[in-house]
């Protein structure tokens, strides 16, 4: 079958189009032709070296990924449009007993722990593919598995998100940050955006954002306490680290609640412990969700409550032009793979 796939670490000389082995389903699984993937940044982090999580090369890339369910088990799921959770868990630890697989201490992510969605054919356990509404194509369906799927964790399951609460979101453009656009403002919540591209804040604004700000991280908190009559926001969404990290507890109001699920531009950031305590802050890390999630926002979904946009679509052949324009930071969407 066609795969795009790793050959090496590197750069995009090390990403490959060609025939692999087509999967074999196992007992429970399903065997699903893949019609989409999405290019996220753990890709990029896969592609140039994957340090700290085990796998083997050649691996299949991509993360997220939707398409139909070719042989399963049950023959009433043959036919089926799904999207797949990206992570096959153990079922049996701790976490997984709880309710909380995202936790599993055994998780196998798709694209990096083993071979990805790239590819005509996947094979996964049958709870990792989600029935995707009437409404959603299969590159918008790909696209909810891995940003929509974070962002949706970290307002409701983290940050427990209310009607009417102010919610700050930096670095719009970017995956997570466009998903928690959307979601916060679904969810009625008022949203700033932060970012220092004028476009990216007018299209923000045309996808619902309420205020923008575009200034340097030493900037931010003044804007917004501008936009806040002295008051703060209530949650901040944030994935870029460093400078920004300060300038993220500086906008929260007292009690408020901080969400990361990233570092983008630095992992170290000084930890202001005064203000955290004086003010009482509430820092939660957050990656991914858990399957139960998933299919709360696909029922947002179906009810038209969501709909992710795509900036650009390109055919698996072109999957480092792809890769490219993800590195470029230009996007403003989800950038889709045709399978
Ligand atoms: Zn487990």
């Excluded at 969605?117 to 959603?136: I, K, R």
């Excluded at 944030?238 to 901080?258: D, F, Q, S, T």
């Excluded at 055919?315 to 792809?322: F, I, T, Y």
Aim: charged letters at 20%; one cysteine or more; proline letters at 5%.
């Amino acid at each position: 079958m066609k795969a795009a796939f790793l050959t090496g670490h590197g750069g995009n000389e090390v990403v490959a189009v060609g025939e692999r082995p087509k999967p074999q389903r196992g007992p429970g699984e399903i065997l699903v032709r893949m019609k989409a993937a999405t290019v996220n940044r753990v890709d990029l982090y896969m592609r140039d070296s994957g340090a700290g999580i085990t796998h083997a090369l050649p691996q299949i890339m991509g993360v997220d990924g939707a398409g139909v369910i070719e042989d399963a088990d049950s023959g009433a799921l043959i036919g089926r449009r799904v999207t797949l959770y990206p992570g096959i868990v153990c079922g049996a630890c701790e976490f997984c007993n709880r309710g909380e697989p995202v936790l599993c201490a055994k998780m196998s992510l798709l694209g990096e722990h083993r071979d990805g969605t790239m590819a005509e054919f996947v094979c996964v356990p049958a709870g990792n593919g989600l029935c995707v509404p009437d409404n959603l194509d299969f590159a918008q369906a790909a696209a909810l598995g891995v940003n929509y799927l974070t962002a949706w964790r970290m307002l409701f399951t983290k940050a427990r998100l209310q009607r009417g609460e102010t919610v700050l979101v930096f670095g719009i453009g970017g995956g997570v940050s466009l998903a928690a656009l959307q979601i916060a403002k679904a969810a009625g919540a008022r949203v700033l955006v932060t970012s220092r591209s004028a476009e990216k804040l007018r299209r923000a604004t045309e996808l619902g954002a309420d205020a923008t700000v575009n200034a340097p991280p030493d900037g931010i908190a003044r804007e917004v306490m501008d936009l806040t009559q002295g008051r703060g926001v209530d949650v901040a969404i944030e994935n870029i680290g460093g400078p920004v990290w300060n300038a993220a507890l500086k906008c929260l109001v007292r009690g408020g609640r901080i969400v990361t699920c990233g570092a983008t531009i630095g992992d170290q950031p000084p930890a202001d412990l005064r203000r955290i305590v004086i003010r009482q802050l509430q820092i939660f890390g957050s990656t991914l969700g858990n399957p139960d999630e998933f299919s709360e926002l696909l029922e947002w979904c179906a009810a038209g409550r969501l709909k992710p946009p795509i900036d650009a679509r390109y055919p698996l052949e072109q999957v480092g032009a792809a890769l490219a324009h993800l590195e470029s930071g230009a996007q403003f969407g989800k950038i889709a793979i045709d399978i």
